[in-house]
C-alpha cells in the first residue's frame, strides 16, 4: 500500500512516518511538506492509495485542493487530520468524499485502525456483489406502526447477518433513525441527495448513522424546506447506489403518494402495506391496492403485514383477506409496553425485550426474508435460548389460525 503524507506541521509528518512504518515493506510512505493546495501535484507525481492531509484550523478553505484530486482520482483514499471538527467541516469532508477526519494530535492506534477500516472496504468492495432487495414498507393510514415495523424489521434482518440500509422517505416528519438510537444523524436523505453527480456509496456510507456493524440508516431531513429539495430522480439513484451495496435496502415510505413515494415504489422488489384490524384500516388497504394497480406493481410484489394482531378480535384475518382480497404476509401482536419503551428509549426492541412476542415476530420476519431457519442463526438464538418452540402467542404473531 502506498500513503502518502502531506502536512505544513513536520512534527505531524515525523509522527505519521514513524506510525505506519513496517518491517515486511507492506506499506510505502511518503511525506511532502506543504497544504492541501498541492495535493493534485503529489497525487500525479506519487500515486498514493492512500493520501493523509491535515487540515490544522479545521477550516473548509483548508480543503482546497482536495476536490479536484476527488474528481479526477477517485481510486485514491483520502483521509483529513484535524484538532476542531465543527459539524460544517465534518459536511464539507463528507462531500468531498473525504473517507475519514481524524482528530488531531495522531495517535498511532487510530491510524492504523483507520487504515484497517479503508482496507476492508476496499477488498470488501472489490467482491462482486450481487444487488441487494428492496423492501418498501407504506402505512395505510397514520399511527399503523409502520416506522416501528420498519427499523426493527431492518434491525432483525442486520441481526441475521446481512447488511442492511435503512432510508427514511418520510421527508417532512421523518424520524426512524430515533427509534434505532438516541444519537441524532450527522447527514440526511437531503444531504446524500443534493448532489447527483457526487452520490456513491462511499458519500451514502459516510452519511448513514452507523446503529452496528451490518446496520445503517439514512435519516430523514431535520427541516421542511430540506425536504422539499430532495427531487425524486435522486431518491431513485440514492435507491440504486444502496442496493449495490448492501443485501437489503429497507424504505420507511410516505403514505402520501407523492413523487418521492412513487418512485420509491417503482424501485422496490417487494411493497408492505402496513394496517391494524379495523374498519378505517381496511378500506384505506382497499384504495392503496387500487393505487398500486393503477400504477401498474404486480399483485404478486404487494403484501400485508397486520400490526397489533390480537387473537379473537372483531376482525379476524379471513375478513382482511375477504374484504381486500389479499392474503396476509404477517402479523405483528399487539404489545403496547414493550413497543413504547423500545421507541421512547431509542433502543431496537430486540435489545429491549428479547423475548417478546413482537421481537419474535420480527425475528421471524427476518428470518422468511433471508430464507434463513427461523431461530437457528444470529446471535437472537442466545437470547432465544437455542430454540426453543415458539409460544402460542408467537404462533399467532405469525398468521397460525389453528
Ligand atoms: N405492535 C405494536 N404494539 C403496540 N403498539 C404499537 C405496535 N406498533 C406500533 N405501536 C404504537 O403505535 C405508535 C405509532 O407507531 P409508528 O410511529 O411506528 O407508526 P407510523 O405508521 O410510522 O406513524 P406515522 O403515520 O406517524 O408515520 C407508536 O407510538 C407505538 O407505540
Ligand atoms: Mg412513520
Known amino acids: 500500500m502506498r500513503i502518502a503524507a502531506l502536512s505544513i506541521n513536520p512534527d505531524t509528518l515525523q509522527r505519521l512516518t514513524g506510525f505506519l512504518a513496517t518491517d515486511d515493506g507492506s506499506v510505502q510512505v511518503t511525506t511532502w511538506h506543504g497544504d492541501a493546495m498541492q495535493a493534485p501535484a503529489l497525487v500525479e507525481q506519487e500515486h498514493p492509495d492512500l493520501l493523509v492531509v491535515e487540515a490544522p484550523q479545521g477550516l473548509e478553505a483548508e480543503l482546497q485542493g482536495l476536490d479536484r484530486v476527488a474528481m479526477r482520482h477517485p481510486e485514491v483514499t483520502l483521509i483529513v487530520v484535524c484538532g476542531h471538527q465543527s459539524p460544517e467541516f465534518l459536511l ?3 462531500r468531498l468524499g473525504i473517507r475519514e477526519v481524524l482528530a488531531a494530535p495522531l495517535t498511532q492506534q ?4 483507520s487504515i484497517g477500516r479503508i482496507r476492508e472496504r476496499i477488498s470488501w468492495a472489490s467482491v462482486p456483489r450481487q444487488q441487494g432487495k428492496v423492501l418498501a414498507l407504506v402505512p395505510c ?3 399503523s406502526g409502520t416506522t416501528f415495523i420498519t427499523a426493527n424489521l431492518a434491525h432483525a434482518i442486520a441481526a441475521e447477518g446481512k447488511r442492511v440500509c435503512l432510508i427514511d422517505l418520510n421527508l417532512h416528519f421523518g424520524e426512524a433513525a430515533l427509534y434505532l438510537s438516541e444519537t441524532p444523524a450527522a447527514s440526511s436523505v437531503a444531504d446524500v441527495a443534493r448532489d447527483t453527480q457526487r452520490m456513491d456509496s462511499a458519500l451514502l456510507e459516510s452519511s448513514l448513522l452507523r ?9 430523514a431531513p431535520d427541516a421542511p424546506d430540506k425536504a422539499l429539495s430532495v427531487k425524486p430522480e435522486s431518491v431513485a439513484r440514492l435507491i440504486g447506489i444502496a442496493k449495490s451495496s448492501y443485501d437489503f435496502v429497507l424504505l420507511d415510505v410516505s403514505r402520501t403518494m407523492d413523487a418521492v413515494s412513487v418512485k420509491a415504489l417503482d424501485s422496490a422488489d417487494g411493497i408492505y ?3 391494524q384490524l379495523t374498519l378505517p384500516f381496511l378500506r384505506d388497504a382497499s384504495r392503496l391496492l387500487q393505487v398500486f394497480r393503477s400504477l401498474g406493481y404486480p399483485d404478486s410484489q404487494v403484501h400485508l403485514i397486520i400490526n397489533r394482531f390480537e387473537k379473537g378480535g372483531e376482525l379476524s384475518l379471513a375478513d382482511v383477506e375477504r374484504t381486500v382480497g389479499r392474503d396476509v404476509f404477517k402479523t405483528v401482536p399487539n404489545s403496547f409496553a414493550a413497543v413504547a419503551a423500545s421507541i421512547n428509549r ?5 435489545e429491549l425485550a428479547p423475548r417478546d412476542a413482537v421481537t419474535r415476530s420480527l425475528h421471524e ?10 431461530q437457528t442463526t444470529g446471535w437472537l438464538r442466545g437470547l432465544f435460548g437455542g430454540g426453543s418452540r415458539p409460544s402460542d402467542e408467537a404462533r399467532a404473531s405469525l398468521g397460525d389460525r389453528s
Open 92 to 94: 464539507a469532508a463528507m
Open 110 to 113: 487510530g491510524i492504523q485502525q
Open 141 to 143: 393510514k397514520g399511527g
Open 211 to 219: 446503529i452496528n456493524p451490518n446496520l445503517g440508516v439514512l435519516a
Open 273 to 275: 402495506l402496513v394496517l
Open 346 to 350: 431509542g433502543r431496537p426492541i430486540a
Open 365 to 374: 420476519m427476518a428470518c422468511e426474508l433471508t430464507k434463513t431457519p427461523a
